[in-house]
Every structure is written in structure tokens, then in C-alpha cells.
């Protein structure tokens, strides 16, 4: 298990469905994951391993379609309306 100090962190997930090929529907997820304090590239390989590891990722690996967003900026102190403060933030729209 790895280790990394990082400041605050969140996560937001957009789920958008569509049409698939022979007239099904299906689902796509865009992940977008900000790592304050620690550099883009470091941000990103973390952001990459964690969706390796992450049970719901491996639940729907091959079934969805998942695309990361990963960037690391500050994150404002204060909490925002329709956030669920934890030990990490999580945004829900």
C-alpha cells in the first residue's frame, strides 16, 4: 500500500445515458478527481491507480464507459451547498 500526503480531495461523478448500437441504451461516467497539494502528474497516476483498485470500478470495467478527469486545485475551506462533508469531500449533484 502506498502513501501520499495530498491536501483536501474531491470527487465528482457526471452519469449520462445514451443509445448503443442496435438500439440499447447504456450508461458513461466522467470522473472528475482534484488532489490539491501535490503536483498534476502525481495527482493523475494516483487518480489512475486508485480507479484500478476501486471496487465500483472493477464492478464496471468493460461495462461502462469511464473517462478520468484529474486535476489539483485548492479546494475552498468552506463547504458548498449539496456537498457531504467526510473525512473527504464528496460532491453530489
Known amino acids: ?17 445514451g443509445p448503443l448500437e442496435g438500439g440499447a441504451f447504456g450508461l458513461a461516467v466522467e470522473l472528475a478527481v482534484n488532489i490539491s ?8 497516476r494516483l487518480t489512475e491507480r486508485a480507479h484500478q483498485v476501486c ?11 469511464v473517462s478520468l478527469v484529474t ?3 485548492k479546494i ?11 473525512n473527504r469531500k464528496i460532491k453530489i449533484i
Open 71 to 73: 486535476t489539483n486545485n
Open 76 to 86: 475552498p475551506s468552506r463547504p458548498v451547498c449539496g456537498e457531504l462533508i467526510t
Open 55 to 65: 471496487p465500483y470500478s472493477n464492478a464496471t470495467r468493460n461495462n461502462i464507459t
Open 1 to 17: 500500500m502506498e502513501k501520499v500526503k495530498t491536501g483536501e480531495t474531491s470527487v465528482t461523478a457526471k452519469v449520462s445515458i
Open 37 to 44: 497539494d501535490i503536483s498534476t502528474e502525481e495527482a493523475r
